[in-house]
Every structure is written in structure tokens, then in C-alpha cells.
């Protein structure tokens, strides 16, 4: 498994292309050397190496194994209006509000073109578009003004949601039920496909002005722009960094816009082809897969 660089003529494959010995052979060791490494991959773009045809390689998730994926709950306020404000989440003014992070398993990663597994404790599967930030440098505590300086860059992420857990039957009811299945609803195995790769942070002008579109089999489900946030890239950034140590490699979800299924109960189906695409930053494309015979009921 080799990682690349991609340019208009293809892909540089770094490690056959890389002058001195010891090459990096992942997007995380790219990042966990530093501004260095990604001054020698800028001249190696330049150097005149072999270039292969996209199409004659497996794209992978850029990052297989976060050690983070962190994601936020009610970024878009017509997201939260669609979903009848459940989870307490107000669609007020970001000077009223804090993000609602969450955080997923490495586990949850898919790659690019990958068949999403029908997680067997939901009837209902939904897709979420979110544009992905790449953590660039172990940082605490960053300020707003400070936090784009530590984002190595952006990818697009899918945020799949079990919408219906199958832990309801014959469960006495708690306080907190409703939220912890909806939680529940996030960590499946290939819940959170990735890609198709990373656009490093200097080549997008504006973060906050990205259009995003997500389609079902041709169909427009999700239309938006990076715009709409109610907390910016950077206050999500310096938010989270508050909370925890952020470290290379690191991904924050930023929230989904309006448009996803279960405000009409229009839920994704077996074999359905999930196109996510976001300005600058390209097309992921993923099929749901088979849904089981039969349901995980940990109760029944």
C-alpha cells in the first residue's frame, strides 16, 4: 500500500519516486513529519516522475486508521429544523451555541468506492455529506484566530446513520434512551467512507464557500455550501482543540446540511450508489449493501 500525489496527469507514486531513502507510506506519516515532508512532495511534484493513470489503482480512505474521528451534531439550521429539533439541538446563532461533537471508531473508515455494510441493529440507513478536516499538528487549546494554521487539509466524508436501532424492545425506559441510540446510530463498521483524497489546506481559497451535493442513484438528496455552517471551520478546530489534544491524522466531520432521509423516510436501499461530491475536493462514491434477513435485538 503506497500513498500518491495527485496531479491533472495523474498520480506520482511517492515511495518509487522518492529520492533519498525511507519514503513515507501514508498520508498520516506525510503529516506526522511535518512541514518538511510536504516541502519535499511539493518538489517532487515538480521533478518530472512517472506519472500511472488514476484508474489503475485503488484509491483507499487517505487516512485508514485515525487516531481520532471526531463529528458534530446540528452544524446546518436546516438540518435541525428538518429533523424537528430532536436531541435539543436549537437552530440559534453560533454566539448562542457550542458545537455537539461525537466521536467515532477508526473502525467506522471506508474506502472510496467500497460497499457500505447494512449494520444488522437498524431497518433504516441514511447518508450525511460532510466536509472532512485533516488535523496537521498536535495542538491544545488553539485560538480561533490560530486554528486554520494547525488543518493540514480537507476531504469529504459520508457520515452514515443507523436510524432506527433495534434496542427498544422490551427496554425499560430511561432518561437519555433517544440519545444514546441515536449515538449508537454512528459507529458501525464502514459507517464513515472517506475520500477520495486530501486537498491540502493552501489550495482552498475559502473554506467556508465550498458548494456540496450528495446524490442517490443519480437523484439530488443534498445541496448546500460550506457557508452555511453555524460554527466555522475555524471555531470547530479551536472548539475541539479546548476539549482534547488534536494530533496529525486527526478528522472532524463538520456537520451535514438538509436533505437526508428521515425527515421523509426516504432511507437509503440495498445496492444504492451514494455520490457525495464537494467543490474542489471531488466525487466519494459508495453503494450500500445487502440488508440482513434478520435483526440484532439484544432484549428479543
Not at 498520516?28 to 512541514?35: F, M, N, S, T
Not at 461530491?277 to 449493501?289: A, M, P, R, Y
Request: glycine content about 10%; some cysteine.
Amino acid at each position: 500500500m503506497n500513498c500518491g500525489i495527485l496531479t491533472d496527469a495523474g498520480l506520482i507514486d511517492i515511495v518509487s519516486a522518492w529520492k533519498d531513502g525511507n519514503p513515507p507510506r501514508s498520508v498520516k506519516e506525510i503529516l506526522e513529519r511535518g512541514p518538511e515532508c510536504l516541502a519535499q512532495l511539493a518538489e517532487l511534484e515538480k521533478s518530472g516522475a512517472d506519472l500511472l493513470p488514476v484508474d489503475s489503482v485503488k484509491l483507499l480512505a487517505p487516512i485508514s486508521r485515525p487516531g481520532k474521528i471526531l463529528a458534530l451534531a446540528g452544524n446546518y439550521t436546516e438540518h435541525i429544523k428538518e429533523g424537528g429539533g430532536k436531541l435539543g439541538l436549537a437552530d440559534s446563532p453560533r454566539n448562542t451555541t457550542v458545537p455537539r461533537p461525537f466521536i467515532m471508531p477508526a473502525t467506522a473508515v471506508a474506502n472510496p468506492g467500497d460497499e457500505i455494510p447494512w449494520a444488522a441493529y437498524s431497518e433504516t440507513i441514511d447518508y450525511e455529506l460532510e466536509l472532512g478536516i485533516v488535523i496537521g499538528k498536535k495542538v491544545k487549546a488553539v485560538s480561533i484566530n490560530d486554528a486554520l494554521g494547525v488543518i493540514a487539509g480537507y476531504t469529504i466524508v459520508n457520515d452514515v446513520s443507523a436510524r432506527t436501532v433495534t434496542f427498544k424492545k422490551n427496554r425499560a425506559e430511561r432518561p437519555w434512551d433517544e440519545f444514546y441510540d441515536w449515538l449508537n446510530g454512528k459507529w458501525a463498521d464502514g459507517f464513515c467512507p472517506m475520500g477520495p483524497y486530501v486537498l491540502t489546506a493552501d489550495e482552498v481559497e475559502d473554506v467556508q464557500n465550498l458548494d456540496l451535493k450528495l446524490t442517490v442513484n443519480g437523484e439530488v438528496r443534498q445541496n448546500a455550501n460550506t457557508s452555511q455552517m453555524i460554527h466555522t471551520v475555524a471555531q470547530i478546530v479551536s472548539f475541539m482543540s479546548n476539549l482534547m489534544t488534536l494530533e496529525p491524522g486527526d478528522i472532524i466531520a463538520t456537520g451535514t446540511p438538509s436533505g437526508v432521509g428521515f425527515p421523509t423516510g426516504n432511507f437509503l436501499k440495498a445496492g444504492d450508489k451514494i455520490e457525495a461530491s464537494i467543490e474542489k475536493l471531488g466525487t466519494l462514491t459508495n453503494s450500500l449493501g445487502t440488508k440482513p434477513e434478520s435483526f440484532y435485538e439484544p432484549l428479543a
